[in-house]
């Protein structure tokens, strides 16, 4: 009895140890793989929020992590990739979250040029409801587009609002906290940048 205890002890260790080895190197092997995958998609949705033709390197190369809770929804650093062309500074993607969805939080990112305009913003996680405050995913609609080309004109820039509380962007039929959150989100960002701007561009590519 004792004997075949041990014995299948030993089995079950022999067994642990090869399931262990080969999801090791099943990591090893596709480690690259999805680091590359990860790195094409977001190159993806920087190109959506900075147009590809007002820059020449490389976005996510281009990396410095920012921090400020108030403005950016989080205390966790966030990552900021800057664009250039010829050597100058073009624009920025800042990676934000809008704490106040009515899922949860909203993880987007806000593309805006030199002068503080916005060229793109997309959402890159989200748990609003599906058929209604999904429709900040640009696979539902395409609302999200309608900050392209704007511009905050400071802290007390009421247009930066949804409809319903006299701004200029449309809310959702039954789901007005979800657009709120992000207008409100986006709203920051701009005012964070142009408040930051020289400040970001100074800062060391460290995002690793």
Known sequence: MINAMKKNGGLLAIFALLATT??????????????EQQQKELLKVLNQVIPADSHDNELYKSCTLINNEQYLGTPTPMPAYVAEKAGQKTGIAIEAV????YSG???????????????G????????????????????????????????????????AVRKDGGEFDQFTGATI???????????????????????FDQPLNCG
């Open 178 to 200: 979800t657009p709120r959150a992000v207008v409100g989100a986006v709203k920051r960002v701009s005012l964070y940048y142009q408040q930051n701007q020289q400040h970001i």
């Open 121 to 160: 913003v997309r959402v890159l996680n989200h748990n609003e409801t599906p058929g209604l405050g999904d429709k900040i995913d640009t696979r539902i609609s395409n609302w999200i587009n309608s900050f392209t080309g704007k511009k905050v004109n400071g802290e007390k820039d009421t247009r930066w």
């Open 22 to 35: 080969l999801v090791s190197v099943t990591n090893l092997l596709t480690e690259d793989r999805i680091q």
């Open 105 to 119: 939080a909203i993880k987007l990112v806000v593309g805006l040029n030199i002068d503080g305009k916005v060229t």
């Open 98 to 101: 809008a704490p106040d969805g």
